[in-house]
């Protein structure tokens, strides 16, 4: 149980966080801001008066609603107090009825299921499959650095050849990841006799005649939120730094199903929140004296230093894409529901979503490729192809983007893609985004959170997480009990007709360009469902990286690969190291 002084200053943080100590509600000093948490599944009822029901606050009345009224900004009469403290009496009783169960698993989807298809929409069906340009198998460098920064299209095709065996290659990436973890702080679990048991295997296999495809004998690292069996997935968060799980992921044994090694588990942010792990911070293989941004940190870390050939990421509301521009990795985040999500920590049910980090597009096609598909464990995902051949044109794909969304807060980078697109071809088509407060579609995310981690709150274990200020986990978490039903439902309300407006927008356009921050497309996409990708487009004055995002319409990722590899190879900086 913590102490008075921890649970008035939590108590401080979320009444400032929703405004309330200048705001006439309750204030610092007063009982309820004074008393300890509770668990409330073992408070005793027996004294409970009749009509009344019985918390960490006392009973329910009048006051207590008129008090409660500043959090949802509402306001009642005094009649009405009356009747609604007589009705949330028996409101509580249906929640401690629920809790009654005890906690439920973290993987246990709410019943209602987000599908970001508008209704009459299908997505496109086919065999599909990813169409590479042929090319020579380029000479095996003698340099093992050079080897680490090669794309996975060059370390396949040198395995495939016969050049490299897949031990060799997974030591080479085995030794990095000892030698320059201490200065990223990236890994979580080094899987070293997993993955040179699997490396060995491979080789048979590749030996035998037996190839299973571009990812076979590959070198990857995970993201500390996929379930690996009989290996520890600590979710990046001190509660949680010795949970072991049963099973693997759905995406991992895809994975191991296409041949590839897994090297590495790696950090995240606590709770797929920002760069701070339970250890210590990621670090930015260009600045090593910046964080890595979050929360897929170590897996942009690590794929950006050459310590892996890929990564897997997540991302709820920007965990692909900002360390990706961070770090100046390649990330494409999937349509959601492309990619089941069976055995990933669940953040965000009806917004959460696994994709590839990678050195090059390519790369992130085969990735994508190789994890595609549904599963029984997660009733949000759906089987549509994936398709990309990279020798289609592009003079028939239209590119939505607004010159204001590069003179408002665009760089030379982001000017340089625009020439750059106007050189390949593509049509350039002026649009105008759906005027929509986004921003507050931000109540879904946070209540969602809180029920997925509502362990953490009423048992106190939120404070063992590192961080601990306003905007932090354990303060969202505790602010969103306060969330009101109604708002959230109106939330979700406002979320279909953005949804629509988007439709609309994608009718037009086959894709967006914009600064990979800016327009609220990062909002706005992450909570529609549509996909993105984003790569590396320049560096900037103290040598780190700068990237620009595409947005893509619903289940349309071979298009994305289609414009982001014919501008990857315009740039031409995707290749630059970081020097460690």
């Not at 360009?513 to 996909?531: I, Q």
Request: charged content about 25%; proline content about 6%; aromatic content about 6%.
């Amino acid at each position: 149980m913590s102490d008075p002084t921890t649970v008035l200053e939590s108590r401080r943080q979320f009444l400032l966080s929703a405004g309330l100590l200048a705001a006439g509600g309750f204030v610092e000093g007063s009982p309820a801001a004074e008393a300890p948490k509770r668990d409330v599944q073992n408070d005793s009822k027996a004294d409970e008066p009749a009509g009344t029901a019985y918390a960490t606050g006392g009973l329910i009345t009048p006051e207590t609603v008129a008090a409660a009224e500043s959090l949802v900004g509402v306001r009642f009469s005094d009649s009405e107090r009356v009747q609604i403290a007589r009705s949330a009496a028996g409101q509580r009783r249906l929640y401690e009825q629920r809790r009654s169960v005890g906690f439920l698993p973290n993987g246990l989807s709410p019943a209602t299921i987000f599908n970001p298809l508008p209704p009459g929409m299908t997505p496109s069906s086919g065999k599909g499959g990813v169409r590479l340009a042929k090319r020579a198998v380029r000479p095996l460098p003698d340099s093992e650095e050079d080897i680490a920064f090669a794309p996975v299209t060059d370390l396949s095709a040198w395995l495939r050849a016969g050049k490299l065996t897949s031990e060799r290659l997974t030591q080479i990436y085995l030794d990095r990841l000892k030698r320059f973890d201490a200065r990223l702080h990236c890994v979580v679990t080094l899987t070293e006799e997993l993955a040179l048991n699997q490396a060995r295997r491979v080789d048979k296999e590749i030996a035998a005649g037996r190839y299973r495809g571009p990812l076979h004998g590959i070198p990857w690292g995970a993201k500390d939120l996929l379930e690996t069996d009989g290996i520890r997935t600590t979710w990046g968060a001190m509660p949680y730094r010795d949970r072991v799980g049963a099973g693997d992921a759905f995406v991992v044994r895809k994975l191991e199903e296409a041949g590839a090694v897994l090297v590495a588990k790696l950090t995240l942010g606590a709770l797929a929140m920002g760069d701070v792990w339970f250890d210590d911070v990621t670090r930015n293989p260009f600045n090593l004296e910046q964080g890595s941004s979050g929360s897929s940190a170590g897996s942009a870390s690590a794929t950006a230093a050459g310590l892996v050939g890929f990564a897997l990421g997540t991302e709820t509301l920007g965990s692909i894409v900002s360390p990706c521009m961070r770090c100046g990795t390649t990330g494409l985040r999937p349509t959601f529901g492309r990619v089941a999500r069976t055995g990933a920590m669940a953040l965000c049910w009806s917004m959460d979503k696994i994709g590839p980090i990678c050195r090059t597009v390519e790369d992130t096609s085969l990735v994508l490729a190789a994890i595609n598909g549904s599963d029984p464990g997660d009733p949000s995902s759906v089987d549509v192809p994936f398709s990309y051949d990279s020798s289609e044109a592009l003079n028939s794909i239209r590119v939505g983007w607004s010159p204001e969304w590069f003179e408002a807060g665009g760089s030379d980078s982001d000017r340089a893609v625009m020439d750059a697109l106007r050189g390949l071809g593509v049509k350039l088509v002026e649009v105008e985004l759906p005027q929509e407060p986004v921003h507050a579609l931000r109540t879904i995310l946070r209540t969602e959170s809180a029920a997925a981690f509502e362990e953490l709150t009423l048992s106190n274990r939120d404070d063992l997480l590192v961080r601990q200020n306003d905007g932090a986990w354990p303060n969202s978490f505790r602010a969103a009990w306060f969330v009101s039903a109604v708002e959230l439902i109106q939330a979700d309300r406002l979320r279909r007709r953005v949804m629509k407006k988007m439709a609309g927008v994608f009718g037009k356009v086959d894709l967006l360009v914009s600064p990979s921050f800016g327009e609220n497309l990062l909002t706005t996409t992450n909570f529609t469902g549509h996909p993105s990708l984003t790569l590396r487009s320049g560096f900037r004055e103290d040598g780190t990286p700068d990237g620009i995002t595409l947005w893509g319409g619903l289940f349309e990722e071979g298009k994305l690969c289609r414009v982001g590899g014919a501008l990857e190879k315009v740039l031409g900086v995707w290749d630059r190291r970081p020097e460690l």
